[in-house]
């Protein structure tokens, strides 16, 4: 029993060793995860409050358009683009998709006529490409005139509302989109990294060489499964300094029952990439097969889009897929504070499929 435990932890640190000598491994299971949570992060992560790009021309001279022009540069919803000074730019830049609408304040707008008060009628021009924004734009600015009209004129409403905050903290989008990344990279590191390091070891004849020796198939597969477990661990753990620090990531849950989760993932997208890379004999015939397998998993388990935006048939034949019991669950504890008492559906799912896919990377491995 000492000498397989001793067997299985010298090729789990032959395996870490590899991999921290390998640039190329390095690259793909830790910078170009971190590529992705960037862009995503970039996306997602910053205010989701609505904004509008606009032009503003202000035709008028009067000192209340030149005070409303001010305002409006200086609400954060609106992103005034200086450079158009006329409906002809203001036109062009709209039917470029640049701008999405434009705010024309005619000549006498803000004037003080035969009331007390100053009065005008704004006008929005819109490209029918943008006619939804325009919709949304005219529903502000409205509210913004009846900010300014109840200081001149008091109207009274039989019917109002009123909002009342629930006191919870409520998730960003990038909350929600980060957990999906760290499947990403699940995929990179279970899938990928052994689909390209089985059948160059083939190919150099090293598995042959190992194979000579007394360690067992099990002993094999073990000691690569811990050692991709603490690079897994080490990569992710990277990924989540990256967010927690410069976006700002809400984790709710567990850090220990996370990565207990997230090892299970690597454990079973692991056999995934000991069956294509056991049994293939080359690159050529491993990188096909791993695609065919990868792109499924990365597009129908909810790594880049949540699965609730799929049609209902879809979202229970994604259900299905080793992946998305492994992402459901990282979103479950960062995000709600579930406890692994709380996963049993995902936990079973995860063991179900971990069986069948060590089962066939059994019966398919190859030493050569």
């Known amino acids: 029993m000492k000498s397989s435990i001793f067997t299985i932890w010298t090729f789990a640190k032959i395996s870490v060793r590899r991999y921290f000598r390998d640039r ?177 070891l083939k190919e150099q004849g090293i598995l042959r060489r190992i194979h000579i020796t007394p360690i067992r198939v099990w002993q094999y597969f073990t000691a690569n499964v811990i050692g991709q477990a603490i690079i897994g661990l080490f990569s992710i753990s990277v990924m989540f300094i990256v967010a927690l620090t410069i976006f700002h990531l809400k984790m709710h849950g567990n850090y220990l029952e996370l990565a207990v989760v997230i090892m299970l993932g690597i454990l079973t997208l692991f056999g995934i990439g000991l069956a294509i890379g056991g049994w293939a004999k080359n690159e050529n015939q491993a990188a096909p097969l791993a695609n065919i397998v990868t792109f499924p998993l990365m597009f129908l388990s909810g790594t880049f889009f949540p699965r609730f935006l799929m049609p209902e048939w879809l979202q229970h034949a994604s259900g299905l897929l080793p992946l998305t019991p492994v992402i459901d669950g990282i979103r479950m504890i960062i995000t709600e504070n579930k406890h692994l008492i709380d996963l049993g559906p995902q936990l079973g799912l995860i063991a179900v499929w971990a069986v069948i896919i060590y089962a066939i990377a059994f019966r398919t491995f190859r030493w050569e």
Do not use: C, W
Not at 101 to 120: E, Y
Not at 127 to 134: G, I, L, P, W
């Open 24 to 200: 190329t491994a390095l690259f793909f299971t830790v910078a170009f995860p971190l590529i992705f949570l960037f862009i995503f992060g970039g996306i997602f992560g910053k205010n989701n409050n609505v904004s509008f790009q606009v032009g503003l021309i202000n035709q008028s001279h009067s000192q209340f358009s030149q005070q409303f022009v001010s305002q409006v540069k200086n609400n954060k919803m609106f992103k005034v683009n200086d450079t158009v000074h006329d409906l002809g730019e203001a036109k062009t830049k709209m039917s470029r998709g640049e701008i999405d609408a434009t705010i024309v304040l005619p000549s006498g707008f803000g004037d003080v006529k035969n009331a007390s008060h100053p009065s005008g009628q704004a006008v929005i021009y819109y490209d029918e490409n943008n006619a939804s924004a325009a919709q949304t734009l005219s529903t502000v600015m409205q509210g913004i005139f009846q900010q300014i009209n109840s200081k001149f004129v008091k109207i009274e409403t039989p019917f109002t509302v009123v909002s009342k905050s629930t006191n919870q903290q409520g998730l960003s989008r990038f909350d929600y989109v980060f957990s999906g990344l760290v499947g990403f990279s699940i995929i990179g590191l279970g899938i990928f990294g052994p689909v390209n390091v089985f059948p160059k």
